[in-house]
């Protein structure tokens, strides 16, 4: 079956514009996580959707960031007025529920701030 | 805040030989550890994971250790093989709440022929 996909594979914008990345979950995966990862290091926890609603944004670095899902799939994750210092792979996970279940990762995106 | 704390964070070993990568984490409320291995340019793809309510796991040639009272965990991997050669990240999670994850910085795996 199909698994997490992310779209685009690639984004290059500009200091200071907006951005969406988009995630596509496993069907049926109730739970969605963003994480962001730079060269050499682990994944950095973003948010965390079960269904709906974030459980857990805490990992969101300022308000620049924010993420939605509103019909409880899709999820799309915004930057607005992008930094240098955000250019990083953002990834996105499902899994079945939030009960520290197997995430399944996308291939992610890689976004690069000129 | 949480923390997960991974070593070595580069490690080379002979074909054959064992491999363990270990780390710790802070919040004690953790009772979920997953190990991923990511492989260049790839998404990280989960190879073994332990509950809180376990001390040990194995799998084939891979297996994971938890010692909660003093917060940390172990992957070790036997009989190494070039193909296990990636980069290995361990990470803690917590069912309070939030299902937040945390991972470590990673261990970069080389197995030589």
């Known amino acids: 079956g199909a698994g997490v996909s992310q779209t685009p594979s690639n984004k290059v914008t500009e200091k200071g514009k907006y951005v969406e990345l988009r995630c596509d979950p496993i069907?049926?995966?109730?739970?969605l996580y963003w994480y962001r990862q730079s060269l050499g290091q682990g994944p950095e926890f973003l948010i965390y959707?079960?269904?709906?609603?974030?459980?857990?944004d805490s990992g969101l670095p300022n308000d620049r960031f924010f993420a939605v899902r509103p019909e409880g799939s899709v999820s799309t994750l915004k930057i607005q007025r992008t930094e240098r210092g955000d250019s990083a792979v953002y990834l996105c996970?499902?899994?079945?529920?939030?009960?520290?279940?197997?995430?399944?990762f996308g291939p992610g995106t890689r976004l690069t701030v000129l | 805040g949480e923390n997960v704390e991974q070593h070595p964070s580069t490690l080379s070993v002979q074909e054959g030989d064992s491999a363990v990568i270990k780390c710790t984490y802070s919040?004690?409320?953790?009772?979920?550890f997953p190990w991923y291995k990511q492989e260049l340019g790839k998404r990280p793809q989960l190879i073994i994971d332990?509950?809180?309510?376990?001390g040990e796991k194995k799998d084939q040639r891979i297996a994971v250790t938890l010692n909660k009272t003093a917060k940390h965990f172990s992957l070790h991997i036997t009989e190494t093989q070039p193909e296990d050669s990636a980069v290995y990240f361990c990470?803690?999670?917590?069912?309070?709440?939030?299902?937040?994850?945390?991972f470590g910085a990673g261990t970069r795996l080389f197995v030589k022929a």
């Open positions: 996970a499902s899994s079945l529920s939030g009960a520290n279940n197997e995430q399944f």
């Open positions: 069907s049926g995966h109730t739970a």
């Open positions: 959707f079960q269904g709906t609603g974030a459980a857990d």
């Open positions: 919040d004690s409320a953790s009772n979920y």
């Open positions: 332990i509950r809180s309510n376990v």
């Open positions: 990470a803690a999670s917590t069912g309070t709440g939030g299902f937040k994850t945390i």
